[in-house]
């Protein structure tokens, strides 16, 4: 993971924009946390908790708000979205390794399949019958790709991803090792004590620029298909069941797990853990808070939480057994009120 | 996933029963939801949600209850549970695709493993030592069976599966990709604050007609067995920790993780994202709702519940720090309490 | 799994210690709970809850600590750690069983990397350029070793593990199936509505004695490392974001989620479905209930809990709308204040 890139900042500004202040010429070869720069590393401040970290740092360059533009005497980048400037930075610097195209000896390809060229497939990969890889594709060691599925120009799988049969991917897509596309929906149905399986034969469709974290699944649709909008990015370990939609540009953190049927808006943000009810949905732009369940449709964008926050235990048992008496607190209060009626009345 | 299956209703209802009104020479070849369906496919309501949704269905016919049976003009099936004869009907429509038999030539399977001949081993599949695969079954792509597993006539188990060694599978079960069978429970015990390893030397034991979703994990016993029972249904990325006993037929959603040592009862229903502790007991027949953690044994069937809904945030700060001040308002309360004592006293 | 290993009492005292009341001649072949040993085997009680299980037990022996040691007549060993002490036995008789050394003719093997004379690697496993596997190791069938990953000696991954490209695995590890280690962290910056990947170029790195639970996920850091530490076990499903450190030594049971550069101490026990928030660090020798959410951070060590029990539904409803009326309550509270005040001004 070594790279041999340098730039001085003043062809950084030129690249991606910004006001340079002072150091046209320093040259940079690496982005750096405040704390771990060295003279050759630009750092960014981007989080007002490392602020603190700012005057000792030994960086090279820093990349700063526009509110911190004066907080260091280091030459400096200042930029209205100093985290995003950085991320655009660190990918210059760090270009994505993609293998060699080729179809490793060892994977075993349908005859029926359609292989871009330049698709790269890895060791023991499996590509089944009709699918069609797109071009520049990468499939890692391992992968399974079902019978018809379609995956866009350039995405990307790690090693260890699973797509059910029919399932459709977008462009540049990255899906990382552990994640299953198109498994069946948890569709059953109750008779006389036992379930009857209702067949999934929806599909997942998925659009452009979609990062999907390691292990998470995402499930086909039951009739029609589920379906996931360009440009989200989902982290690790998310259930998404059956006919969810998430719309476009939408950003959901580990652990979450989305009910049947949902809709989620464009543009929204989903803290981790984070759970959904099924059949709803919610509004473009929401935001819902970590650990947070959502049991109603939200048509109004804004934030909603629901979500304790750990303190010492016995407080915590405390707080819980004071809630167990609201009743008696309610029953106590009424008394009073009629206590106080009576005397109002004798003292008038 | 395309199929020629046609049928007209009269057939639809001598083969799955009901009741039909109107139609019985309309043919029908799919089964679609009511926004979706065209003139050749069937739909059903089964969730009073989408009613409002009868009048503009362009189904040829609707499978409705008795208590929807005159809310349209289409032709229908009246039943007592449109939603399992929905499932029935998408079944006869939608046959699994099984692979045809024989073991690929990328598969390696040790010399003493038994495969029924009419089994399927798929491309660069494992099967270890001793282990034994019945009639009809399917290992998928990848999937690694272990020394001295048994699995049941008519199973799946779709690409990348792993059951560790000397576990059971039932018959006719489903096991969707990533699903780890029979990893070690998590055993350790502290002494002078190292962690020592228990051994993890009991199976998981699986009854027939068990499906298991994407990514699930069921850990191995640490002396005797984890028992999963026939006819029980696991969505996607739940944790069974050791030594769990599920009873048949309950069926389980999606992220519910099981603590080690509790045994579930038979027809009891788990919501998503709930939590049961563990040495615990519930009662056959019980549901737990959504999100909701089990402290106690529970030896009575109902529903329980322990779940906060999501609401703006600004009122549930509010809410939360309403909570924190039962401290105050309980002494306010006492308080009040007396003096009016004093005032009764004095103005008797 | 069978073995067929005996000892007598007198022979567990001398290699494990504890004291021995009656029976050094008692011939041991297994370990087993109280409810289902038989005279070959050694039982015992570590928790409370089983203690009713004692005057019924078959087993030849009991393992018992010092507070119990007169609880039963049968032949016995006291020792201040029960647990501890079951665990060391079962071992002795439970040893692990590890492949033959050698390379698989189906592993997939990069001539630049380095592989133990000793170590095994499983069918279709693949070991990318440069990666280090030290003396005994096992590498599971299907497991994927990324270019550059070091794994020092005894380290054992079951089938179905991915490792990312230069990450590092200390000795004696455990990693079962479906664990992915390095995927990418959750770094993405909102530009314009949309989100830039910012690159993950950051390594995991865990240290010696590490065990790691089925389809556990742990992310490479950003910038630096994220870092687990010698001893450190971690049960199923769990999530670690990128740039978290775990202390040495510290237990996470299942389903738990760490976001990213949270610290986590030493010694620390984290109960199941835990949420540790991001930034933020945790003392050494800190205890997290189950179920419980981190928001802050803790610097005293002790017990933190948020979690609320189920309990039935209709009460839970009535719990959760009495908390809503807490505003209604603190109204009606001060009208009485104020009813109080002016009655004792009248009456004094």
Redesign the interface.
């Known amino acids: 993971?070594t790279q041999d890139i340098h730039v001085n900042l003043g062809e950084l500004i030129r690249t991606f924009g910004g006001e340079l202040i002072g150091g046209a010429d320093v040259v940079i070869s690496g982005?750096?946390?405040l704390a771990?720069a060295g003279p050759n590393d630009i750092a960014f401040l981007s989080?007002a908790?490392y602020r603190s970290l700012l005057p000792d740092t030994r960086a090279g360059a820093v990349i700063l708000g526009v509110q911190d533009q004066d907080a260091t005497p280091l030459p400096r980048i200042i930029t209205s979205?100093p985290?995003?400037y950085?991320?655009?930075v660190?990918?210059f610097?760090?270009p994505?390794a993609r293998p060699e195209p080729g179809i490793?000896s060892?994977a075993?390809v349908e005859a029926t399949a359609t292989i871009a060229s330049d698709a790269s497939i890895?060791?023991?990969a499996?590509i089944a019958k009709h699918a069609s890889i797109g071009a520049r594709v990468v499939i890692?060691?391992?992968c399974?790709v079902g019978a018809?599925v379609e995956i866009g120009a350039d995405t990307f799988l790690?090693?260890?991803v699973?797509i059910?049969?029919?399932c459709k991917l977008g462009a540049r897509g990255?899906l990382?090792?552990?994640v299953?596309i198109g498994?069946?929906g948890?569709?059953?149905?109750?008779?006389h004590?036992?379930?009857?399986?209702?067949?999934q034969?929806g599909?997942v469709v998925i659009g452009d620029d979609v990062?999907i974290?390691?292990?998470t699944?995402v499930?086909r649709g039951a009739?029609?298909d589920t379906v996931i909008e360009d440009?989200v990015?989902l982290?690790?370990?998310i259930?998404v069941?059956h006919n969810v939609r998430i719309g476009a540009?939408t950003?959901i953190?580990?652990?979450v797990?989305i009910?049947g049927s949902t809709t989620i808006g464009k543009?929204c943000m989903i803290g981790?853990?984070a759970?959904i009810?099924g059949?709803l949905s919610i509004a473009d732009g929401t935001t819902?808070?970590?650990?947070?369940?959502?049991?109603?449709t939200?048509d109004e964008p804004?934030?909603?939480?629901?979500?304790?926050?750990?303190?010492?235990?016995r407080e915590?048992?405390?707080?819980?057994a004071?809630?167990?008496?609201?009743?008696e607190?309610?029953r106590?209060?009424r008394e009073?009120?009629e206590?106080?009626q009576a005397?109002?009345r004798?003292?008038s």
Chains 1, 2, 3 share one sequence.
């Open positions: 993971m982005v750096a946390t771990s989080n908790k979205n985290y995003a950085m991320a655009k660190s990918a610097f760090h994505v490793d060892t075993v890895g060791p023991h499996v890692g060691a391992g399974y018809d790690y090693p260890g699973v059910y049969a029919a990255i990382h090792s552990g299953v498994a069946d948890f569709g059953i149905a109750q008779e004590g036992h379930w009857h399986k209702v067949p034969v599909r990062e974290g390691a292990n699944t499930d009739l029609e440009g990015k982290d690790n370990q259930q069941a540009h950003a953190a580990g652990c797990g009910a543009h981790g853990a759970m009810l059949h819902i808070s970590t650990g947070t369940m959502v049991t109603k939200i804004g934030t909603y939480t629901a979500m304790w926050a750990a303190m010492p235990h915590w048992l405390k707080g819980v004071q809630l167990r008496r609201m009743d607190l309610m106590r209060l009073l009120e206590k106080i005397l109002e004798k003292s």
